[in-house]
């Protein structure tokens, strides 16, 4: 595994490091009165609908077949693109037949979460295979991804099951992911976006690095990978972590040797924690939420449904969302951005997290750093 000079040097470990000479009104994770007031404008006759590269995500909740059925197609119906199944039990191929019924899967991307002991995305990713054959779908137009994060689910990463994945998307699916950094669990607050990024990019090197070692190129393995990171209160911040994320990744991938990669698909999920009991607090903070994703360059938006963080999704809630995304891509939502500022705030963080990567990688990279 390749490291670097031993020698580095970590910026100051306060927690304001790499926020020092910011404004203290934009640096902290505060948001402004002012931008909230902005992002609290509906569509109007005088807006206009932007020009956006993200689709419009929605989580799909777990329950009986027919019922995560009905769920997606409310969502589709709502003006959803990207669905995120969040699974609670392995299915099998009978079981993806009845929760993807009449939805039309070469129109939308789809995504799925496994989150239960034992879970084999393999075979998950296999039966949906079958599925898509048997009903006579053009795998080649096929988009979305199976969330493989090897390092996060197992103490013996699989890694040779998720290389014959890969081979197959990149004969068949080229736009289907099978690999995951899931980078929210490193999600510590804005002070420490340093570190979320350093262990994001680190892990996404091991990936590539091991996925190298077994004979498969870097360059297609990079094509079928996916990073997901949260947008929670620090709306500048969180701007500047998307941003600064693609310039780290590309540093990256041009120390692994890939040349014109292309962008990393970036997922922007609502960081759950930020959420409060009142439902208007939480629409404001999912307005802000979603314009940073949108200024950061994110691909996919999946906003929690307004509800509060430990309560259940309600019709009420889940359109509330789609309104705030919606209003997003009518150009309603369009608060003054101090570029400039942005600017020299991503620069700050592409500085600090860069050091702390090649801390960890000097370590002997993700799997083996302890200090970070």
């Known amino acids: 595994m390749p490291t670097s000079n031993s020698s580095t040097t970590l910026p100051p470990t306060d927690a304001n490091h790499w926020l ?13 009165a002012a931008i909230l007031n902005q992002v609290t404008d509906t569509a109007g006759p ?8 993200w689709e419009i995500g929605a989580y799909v909740e777990s329950g009986e077949n027919d019922i995560i059925n009905a769920y997606a197609r409310e969502e589709l119906a709502a003006g959803a693109e990207a669905l995120l199944f969040r699974l609670y039990h392995q299915p099998e191929v009978k079981d993806i037949a009845e929760i993807l019924e009449g939805i039309p899967l070469a129109d939308i991307s789809l995504h799925c979460s496994l989150r239960y002991p034992g879970q084999d995305p393999a075979e998950l990713f296999r039966d949906l295979v079958r599925y898509l054959r048997q009903e006579g779908h053009d795998l080649q137009n096929i988009s979305g991804s199976v969330d493989f994060d090897p390092l996060l689910d197992w103490s013996e990463p699989p890694f040779p ?3 014959r994945l890969l081979f197959f998307v990149s004969r068949w699916m080229p736009e289907f992911r099978v690999l995951q950094v899931n980078a929210a669990g490193f999600n510590n607050g804005i002070a420490e976006a340093d570190v979320e990024l350093a262990l994001a990019i680190a892990k996404g090197a091991e990936y590539l690095q091991h996925i190298q070692e077994q004979g498969y190129p870097v360059a297609l393995a990079n094509r079928h990978l996916k990073f997901a990171f949260t947008v929670g209160t620090s709306f500048h911040g969180d701007i500047a972590k998307l941003r600064a994320f693609r310039v780290l990744w590309s540093k990256v991938l041009e120390g692994l040797g890939v040349e014109n990669p292309p962008p990393a698909q970036v997922a922007a999920h609502t960081d759950i924690t930020t959420l409060q009991e009142e439902e208007m607090d939480n629409r404001l903070m999912l307005r802000l939420q979603a314009l940073a994703a949108d ?7 999946f ?3 307004a509800d509060g963080m430990f309560e259940a999704a309600t019709k009420a809630g889940r359109q509330r969302v789609r309104e705030v995304q919606q209003h997003l891509r009518d150009g309603a939502l369009q608060p003054s951005i101090d570029e400039s500022y ?22 002997g990279g993700f799997a083996n750093a302890v200090d970070f």
């Open 161 to 163: 099951p998720l290389i």
């Open 295 to 301: 200024l950061g360059g994110a691909d996919l938006l």
């Open 342 to 363: 942005l600017e020299d705030l991503t620069v700050a963080l592409v500085k600090a997290a860069w050091l702390r990567y090649k801390h960890i990688e000097d370590q």
């Open 46 to 53: 005088d807006k206009s609908p932007v020009e956006t590269s």
């Open 20 to 32: 020092d000479g910011m404004e203290p009104d934009q640096a902290d994770a505060r948001v402004s």
């Open 303 to 305: 906003l929690a449904p």
